[in-house]
């Protein structure tokens, strides 16, 4: 926006000594914020499943279960959605130039989002605290909005990161905007495989996550049919999305090759533009060389076009300040997201076969593990594939259009806000998870001890039964 | 003309985020004002039920604003955002503690643990409509250049800051009051009525005389502004003014109905966007003040801004009439008092379904509680006295 050179070159000396750390500090924020995003998308609708359950079979144990589920998610959905807000306020205070370049472009996705976000907020606050005094069914429609909004909320924000990775939807002279077409901005190149590919995710993750609080509790003995129901409302939904999601991502990951193919290039190791080029499984490529991967040879092109002399798009085609920085974590990043995406479309394939045998989850103690670790897997799965999105498509933010460097904010001290950050969300994760564990404990022990606490009045559990009676 | 809509729209949000979230912040400052645990028990639980379905449905509007800002009038955004960084940092940090201490203390038993997370919802209240003040007093100063380029302390650091940022707490402790006199007259609890009442009335005095010395002092810093917020912006200024008097006088007559106690929130909520509404009339049409940037210069290309239109148009439709059944069920209270979550608060002996050995346990034991509470409000007193020190050591 300024035009005297020096101060450009100022500006941009001192640019670049802040991006480091405005880096690592969105990629913290958002890695620990992305986990909860994925509750709030998609953990309303494990619980309105298990509710939906319980009212139809008047099954007491599926009630139960989303009532406690409910639970928890007030307390994840309150960090959620105060976490989100440190995004909202870190896009202007760490990227004021991407802001003040394209906020006019990138805003209108944010907009919607916004609605959603009322809405989700405005239901979530009915349905969590709804449950003693609403009907059984109006309760449950009660919640129907707050599943719906996290859908379309997630679509709202994936159309801005797919925007960045495929621009579009308006035309600028002389480094200012002036004209914009929203359509084309939410629904941009990359929206059409990001959008599905992460919604995906975020079921998965949830599912998984739920799935393997429960896995865990089988496997100290807790055989029960809470457990097991547990489990199942989890497990199920995530294991069959599964292979949609792998599908999805293999449409992506074509998309990318051809969209975004110097990502691409550092994905999949292809240094030069050729035909007939090797999948590199695993390995580390330090200076033309790959160490310690596995070399399929012509796969890599047979992904990308079906055909082993298909021409893949190395990074050579741009010049080195212009390429993503450690290949070698992109690649690794993405092929732990592949691996653990296909064992976990595995442990569901073990399920159904068990069911389709003995009509029966197995009973191998290694399934259960699987389904107590599914959850964490399911969670590095995903902030794999967004280092790879994010990271792949440095040193832009905006590809092609504004480097990262030129997007950070050109005040000083973003080392002191990233310590403060990593401090305080290690505090607030810490406290989180520790608040869920006390949870589970009380509802285990089932006894009605922390009325007795005289901070602040306190929630009186009832006997668990009787909030069926009461519905 | 499109960008003067969306200045109105974003306005029009901020009004809702001061009336709404801000009292949210206001019921911080009253819970860490509730004194020792046994003498605060009853006001903090009536703060914890009435915010508790509400707040986070609040809070979306300062995102919302956030997102009209950024969009509509991205340069602009971008100087604030790096003229006011650190301020801006705080407020942030404010929000986080707030809503994740809030949400913890919800659900912990142990007593240590439980009062740490009450003081950090309470401490981080006061820290973001203060530092939020700061920033709109910054703004109105005319201390955000257009071309920012590093963050700057003098910035919101002015005596016009200070005390803006003072007037915001003080503004919100004075809704929160005036909302909680509402809840605490439709739960039938004349104590806790009189208990707001009395704060309400304090918080009104102390939100009008910093108003005035906000008024002052930018007569000082400000004259330009000061001459419009005299002159055009009069009749809103008027209006603040007597919606402020009107709301005393109210609450101090006041023994009646329901109806009575709406009205008085209605009109204190008014007093509010008056004051909101009379800063933009008297700033417009310019964004920054002491910058040449306006609404119309500033503006996004005009589709950008037919779809914000659109988009606040679609949320008026949507999520309006949800709105309104949130506050509508929260004050038929429907919501809370819950299976779970709720400090259940209002449950106070013969009045609840609550099992009596429930109720029993309820009652706190006085021995267990009073040491470490004392101290904690004591700590809280001179933190506040601190915050309200520093504009005479700068």
Redesign the interface.
């Known amino acids: ?2 035009h005297a050179s020096p101060a450009v070159l100022l ?1 941009a000396a001192r640019v670049s000594r802040e991006v480091v750390p405005a880096r690592a500090q969105m990629a913290t924020t958002l890695g620990f914020h992305i986990i909860l995003a994925c509750l709030g998308i998609a953990l309303p609708t494990v619980v309105l499943l298990a509710e939906f359950i319980g009212l139809r079979r008047r099954d007491a144990t599926a009630l139960l279960l989303a ?2 589920w ?2 928890a998610m ?2 994840l ?3 959620g ?6 995004l ?2 870190e ?3 760490l990227w ?2 991407l ?7 990138l ?2 996705p ?6 959603f ?3 989700e ?6 349905y ?7 009907a059984g069914w109006a309760h449950w429609w009660s919640g129907v ?1 707050i599943a719906l909004s996290g859908i379309f909320g997630a679509m709202s924000v994936i159309a801005v990161n797919s925007w960045m990775n495929q621009p579009g939807g ?1 035309t600028q002279r002389g480094g200012r ?6 359509a084309q901005v939410y629904f941009n190149r990359a929206a059409i495989y990001e959008m599905p590919h992460m919604i995906l995710a975020a079921y998965m993750v949830t599912g998984f996550l739920v799935a393997g609080v429960y896995a865990a509790g089988i496997l100290r003995g807790r055989r029960d049919r809470y457990h097991y129901t547990g489990f199942a409302f989890g497990f199920v939904p995530a294991a069959v999305l599964t292979p949609f999601q792998i599908f999805v991502g293999d449409t992506a990951a074509r998309a990318i090759a051809h969209g975004q193919p110097v990502k691409f290039a550092a994905m999949e190791y292809v240094p030069r533009t050729s035909r007939h080029v090797p999948e590199w499984l695993g390995g580390v490529y330090v200076n033309g060389h790959v160490y310690g991967g596995v070399k399929v040879p012509g796969l890599d092109s047979l992904l990308v076009g079906f055909g082993p002399g298909t021409k893949v798009i190395g990074w050579d085609t741009v010049p080195p300040a212009y390429r993503p920085p450690v290949v070698w974590l992109i690649h690794l990043c993405f092929d732990v997201m592949v691996a653990l995406a296909f064992l976990l479309l595995l442990a569901g394939l073990w399920a159904l076969h068990a069911w389709w045998r003995h009509r029966r989850l197995p009973p191998q103690r290694a399934f259960w593990w699987a389904g107590a670790v599914s959850g964490v897997a399911a969670v590095v799965a995903m902030e794999c594939g967004w280092v790879v999105t994010e990271v792949g498509r440095q040193p832009w933010v905006v590809y092609r259009l504004q480097t990262t460097a030129a997007a950070a ?5 973003v080392i002191t ?1 990233l310590s ?1 950050v990593i401090v ?1 969300y290690a505090a ?1 994760g810490t ?1 989180t998870i520790a ?1 869920l564990r ?2 589970s404990r ?1 509802w285990r022990r089932g006894d ?15 006997d668990l039964a009787a ?1 069926e009676v009461g519905r | 003309m499109a960008a003067d809509v969306v200045g109105g729209i974003l306005l029009a949000g901020i009004t809702l985020y001061a009336a709404l979230g801000g009292a949210d912040f206001g019921a911080g400052l009253w819970d860490l004002l509730a004194g020792t ?2 003498r ?2 009853a006001p ?2 009536l703060i ?1 039920e009435s915010i ?3 707040w ?2 609040n ?2 509007w ?3 604003d ?3 800002f ?3 009038f ?2 602009a ?6 003229t006011l ?1 650190l301020p ?2 705080l407020a ?2 404010g ?6 201490g ?10 240590s643990l ?2 740490a997370a ?1 003081a950090t919802f309470a401490f981080s209240s006061l820290m973001t409509p203060f530092f939020m003040g700061t920033v709109i007093g910054a703004i109105v100063t005319g201390a955000v250049p257009a ?1 920012a ?3 700057s302390l003098a910035a919101w650091t002015s005596p016009t800051a200070l005390l803006s940022g003072l007037l915001f707490v003080s503004a919100c402790g004075y809704l929160a009051a005036v909302y909680l006199v509402g809840e605490a007259a439709r739960r039938g609890d004349r104590r806790l009525r009189a208990y707001f009442t009395y704060r309400a009335q304090a918080a009104a005095i102390v939100a009008g005389a910093l108003s005035l010395a906000t008024l002052a002092e930018l007569n000082n810093a400000s004259p330009a502004l000061y001459a419009r917020l005299t002159g055009r912006a009069l009749p809103l200024v008027i209006i603040a003014g007597v919606c402020g008097l009107a709301v005393v006088a109210l609450l101090a007559g006041g023994r009646r109905g329901p109806g009575r106690h709406s009205l008085i929130r209605v009109i204190a909520a008014l007093g509010v966007a008056a004051v909101v509404w009379g800063w933009g009339v008297a700033q417009y049409p310019v964004l920054l003040p002491g910058t040449p940037v306006t609404l119309a210069n500033a503006g ?5 801004l037919v ?2 239109i659109a ?1 606040f148009s ?2 008026a439709v ?2 309006g009439p ?2 309104a ?2 506050f509508r ?2 004050s038929r ?13 209002a ?1 106070m002996p013969g009045r609840t379904g ?2 009596p050995s ?1 109720q029993h ?2 009652r ?2 006085p021995e ?2 009073r040491g470490p ?1 004392t101290r904690g409000a004591v700590l809280g007193t001179i933190v506040i006295a601190a915050v309200i020190r520093r504009p005479r050591r700068r």
Do not use: C
């Not at chain 2, 929000?95 to 994740?100: M, Y």
């Open positions: 926006m300024t500006a009532q406690r409910s639970q007030g307390v959905i309150a960090v959605a105060v976490t989100g807000t440190v909202s306020f896009m202007g205070l004021p130039g802001m003040r370049r394209y906020g006019a472009v805003g209108f944010f907009g919607v989002e916004g609605v976000f009322f809405l907020a405005i239901f979530a606050g009915i969590l605290w709804g449950w003693r005094r609403l909005p308006f905007i002036v004209s914009v077409n929203p904010t050109t005040n000083g001290g806000s403060v305080v607030l406290a608040i006390m949870l009380r009605p001890d922390e009325a007795a606490v005289p901070y602040g009045p306190n929630p009186a559990p009832r909030g | 645990t046994a605060g028990w903090r639980a914890d508790t379905p509400v986070e449905a809070h979306v300062l995102v919302f956030l997102v009209i950024w969009t509509a991205p340069q955004f971008a100087a604030v955002m790096t960084a801006l940092w942030l940090a929000i986080v503690l707030r809503g994740a809030f949400a913890f203390r919800k659900e912990i038993t142990r007593l439980r009062r009450g071309d380029s590093h963050a996004a290309p005009h589709a950008t779809a914000l988009v679609a949320a949507l999520v949800s709105f059944l949130l069920m929260q209270r429907l919501l809370g008092e819950g299976q779970h979550g709720t400090l259940s608060a449950v609550l099992p429930a346990q309820q706190p034991s267990r509680r509470a």
